[in-house]
């Protein structure tokens, strides 16, 4: 990441003393305290890359509050998955039993976990989905969403919802039949 301009960095380390504790204070009611750390971090980090965008908003805490949900959401989401992953591996058997078990030995059933059209194959069809996957897997902000489809960001987060509720059903559905 290139140094950044005297007036940004002073705008980012004003916001970074100001706002550091109240932010890690908040991370830390979802996660425990190293991840909240990495939450907080990763914020001010994309404040640095996204420096216009934070500079230019009527309110930069808010900004910062909206990039920490979205950071610790992000951090849950990985934790879970290797939760999942975890669960899914075979408990090795004592060398008593003699049974010699490699970690090569065990098969990967799980998709990539960046392959969601697999994973949602019935649903990746909608452009309901294909609109929540750039919010959701492609870490793509309201804001860019709304640029590249030429709307107000509260249309597209009102479009946002609506697919959420849309999916919601579809799933439902498909889950129904099964």
């Not at 109240?22 to 420096?51: G, M, N, P, T, W």
């Not at 920490?68 to 939760?83: P, T, V």
């Not at 049974?99 to 392959?115: C, K, L, Q, Y």
């Not at 489809?149 to 999916?167: D, E, F, P, V």
Request: hydrophobic share 35%; charged share 35%.
């Amino acid at each position: 990441m290139k140094e950044l301009e005297p007036e940004k960095k002073k705008f980012v380390d004003k916001l970074y003393r100001e706002q550091y504790t109240s932010l890690l204070d908040y991370a830390k009611i979802f996660l425990d305290e190293s991840s909240a750390e990495e939450a907080v971090q990763d914020v001010f980090r994309d404040a640095c890359v996204k420096i216009d965008s934070i500079m230019a908003s009527e309110n930069p805490i808010g900004w910062l509050v909206n990039a920490l949900k979205f950071s610790i959401g992000k951090i849950k989401r990985k934790k879970e998955q290797y939760a999942r992953t975890i669960v899914l591996m075979p408990v090795y058997l004592d060398s008593d039993d003699n049974v010699e078990t490699s970690i090569e030995d065990i098969p990967d059933t799980n998709p990539p976990d960046e392959d969601v059209d697999f994973l949602y194959s019935d649903l990746s069809v909608h452009k309901e989905f294909q609109l929540m996957k750039q919010y959701a897997v492609e870490d793509k902000s309201i804001k860019e969403i709304a640029d590249e489809q030429g709307i107000s960001i509260n249309a597209c987060k009102q479009k946002l919802y609506r697919c959420r509720l849309k999916l919601k059903k579809l799933w439902d559905k498909q889950n129904e039949k099964t």
